[in-house]
Nanobody
Framework: QVTLVESGGGLVQAGGSLRLSCAFSGGSFDHYVMGWFRQAPGKEREFVASILRSSDTKYYADSVKGRFTISRDNALNMAYLQMNSLKPEDTAVYFC?????????????????WGQGTQVTVSS
């Protein structure tokens, strides 16, 4: 059974940085597409970033391009989201997701496996 556990969330001032981590277990990590999504209060869960198996291909939501960087370490079974120049509108619960099938990596419904989420709060 695949398990994903996020960490690294917290409270940060606008303009600051955070690095989220996602620990993967229960499968062959290098076979999985990994994604980050976020959900703000009263809003639907939205795509943030995703990375394909070999790390060569990454996708970003327009709202985070140039500020966030997704990465993975297949030797450590870890995925990361480096978030810089944070804005109050980035405040949300951030979720890590994984999928081994061929998918549209930006689509929330494509992912079968999800973590519990980690809260990110950006104060103005």
């Amino acid at each position: 059974q695949v398990t994903l556990v996020e960490s690294g969330g917290g409270l940060v001032q606008a303009g600051g940085s955070l690095r989220l981590s996602c620990a993967f277990s229960g499968g062959s990590f290098d076979h999985y597409v990994m994604g980050w999504f976020r959900q703000a209060p009263g809003k639907e869960r939205e795509f943030v970033a995703s990375i394909l198996r070999s790390s060569d291909t990454k996708y970003y939501a327009d709202s985070v391009k140039g500020r966030f960087t997704i990465s993975r370490d297949n030797a450590l079974n870890m995925a990361y989201l480096q978030m810089n120049s944070l804005k109050p509108e980035d405040t949300a619960v951030y979720f890590c997701a994984g999928e081994s099938d061929a998918i549209v990596a930006t689509r929330r419904s494509a992912y079968r496996f999800w973590g519990q989420g980690t809260q990110v709060t950006v104060s103005s």
